[in-house]
Nanobody
Framework: QAQLVESGGGLVQAGGSLRLSCTVS???????LGWFRQAPGKEREFVAA????????YYADNVKGRFTISRDNAKNMVYLQMNSLKPEDTAVYYC??????????????WGQGTPVTVSS
């Protein structure tokens, strides 16, 4: 029923760009949507979030100025445009719904993940 499906991951050289897409179920339209990532041996970490209704997006400090989250309400899609990619951005990226914007970032619903590999 409720689902989040990511796509757009792949391999890119450092300094390059990649655009991730997430198809969201209409169940989550009024929710806060976002992106998290998890690298091998590390905890899942917050990347970016946006309210479906609009407003200023939220970004982790280490992606601020490089990544841009956006959504297309008509298509029920959320995107993560990643520019100036670094090897440390390598991770599985997850689309998430019901993102918590206070305290430690988290979410209640997750997509299956799409891997991103940034080579040196």
């Amino acid at each position: 029923q409720a689902q989040l499906v990511e796509s757009g991951g792949g391999l890119v050289q450092a300094g390059g760009s990649l655009r991730l897409s997430c198809t969201v179920s209409r169940t989550f339209i009024s929710n806060v949507l976002g992106w998290f990532r998890q690298a091998p041996g590390k905890e899942r970490e917050f990347v970016a979030a946006i309210r479906w209704s609009g407003g200023s997006p939220y970004y982790a400090d280490n992606v601020k100025g490089r990544f841009t989250i956006s959504r297309d309400n008509a298509k029920n899609m959320v995107y993560l445009q990643m520019n100036s990619l670094k090897p440390e951005d390598t991770a599985v990226y997850y689309c998430a719904a019901d993102v918590k914007l206070s305290g430690t970032y988290g979410a209640d619903y997750w997509g299956q993940g799409t891997p991103v590999t940034v080579s040196s």
